[in-house]
């Protein structure tokens, strides 16, 4: 390979991407503009959940018991009711997620020592938001009822007590449990690999159709070279890109880089290398810039954000479908991503994952040529 002849290919590109700025906004500007408006749009934190409530006892335990409930961040308290009748109309308008009632002669049970019920009602049509909400409440329920029962302990005669299992939680990671910090390093592996594949296909079949493709394939560069020389351009500008993306966590959403920054960038420069090499496969296949944009995106969009572990947990996925996960690039860059950015990690947590990565990369980019061959022989 005669590297020298790779430099007015380069410069071409470069030329070529600087007059056009569709191209120059696929690849700066657009990855961090999208992860700004998912950042934000894509929350799993469940929070202020529009609460009823049917207070039929009006004691002081039961006030107390609302008391603990309302001065959480987790719910606001929207009705207080006066009948149980009065909770349908609301679940059936949208208007609460969650119902409390407390019933009658809930003090005098109390203090009986015996254990009213407390009902709580919850909109079942996003399982998730009611069942976070439900395990909120369960957990008020049993502070509350760990306080009843220390107190008749101590009214009992023991000043001092003991409990079977002193449980003391920390989190690592991520202290404050934000799903951010789980979804933006996952946002910039989606973002990337689309918009690289997009970028660099589009690109490559938009000479086809003008006709510059048949002056590379009739000037003496091999079709290695010519990959080459059509990569490189493009992969300064994703790392641009990239940058831009990792500053955009950092600033919106606090998301710094825990471990090393060399690492770092070599795991993403394999990646980014993996979706130049998949875009240029890509333009071997498509004969117009709208076939190419739908081939970029349907072997991008769809599996990167189902099957990479972005979203949802590849060990829930059926055997089958887990075994199609081991073709999507962005399962292996996530792993790597999401160790160094929030763990800290070393290379001996993931090198598997690069060096799945780099053949992944070395086998699309080995298609291309042979397919770039071909095309050359006709």
Known sequence: ?????????????FIQVRRDPISLTLLLILPAFILVMFGYALNFDVKHLSLALVDLDRSQASQELVRKIT????????????S???IDPLFDREKIKLAVVIPRYFAR?????????????????NSTTALTGLGYLSNIFLQYSLKLNLELLQKSGRQQLAWPVDSRVRVWYNPELKSSRFLVPGLMAFVLMIIIVLATALSIVREKEKGTMDQLLLSPLGPAEMIIGKIIPYLILSLLGA????????LLFGIAIEGSYPLLLLILVIFL??????????????????VAFLLAGLSTLLPTFILSGFVFPIRNMPPVIQAITYLIPARYFLVGLRAIILKGASLVSFYREIIFLAIYGLLVTA?????LKKSLAK
């Open 1 to 13: 390979m005669n590297f020298s002849r790779l430099k007015p290919v380069i410069r071409k590109e």
């Open 71 to 82: 001065s959480s961040e987790y719910f606001d308290l929207k009705f207080r009711l006066e």
């Open 84 to 86: 149980i009748s009065e």
């Open 109 to 125: 049970d109390l203090a009986s020592g015996g254990s009213p019920a407390v009902q709580v009602l919850a909109d079942g049509t």
């Open 243 to 250: 940058h831009l993306v990792l500053l955009a966590g950092w």
């Open 273 to 290: 290398f993996c979706g130049l090499s998949q875009g240029i496969l890509v333009s071997t296949v498509a004969s117009s810039q709208q």
């Open 367 to 371: 298609v291309s040529l042979v397919r």
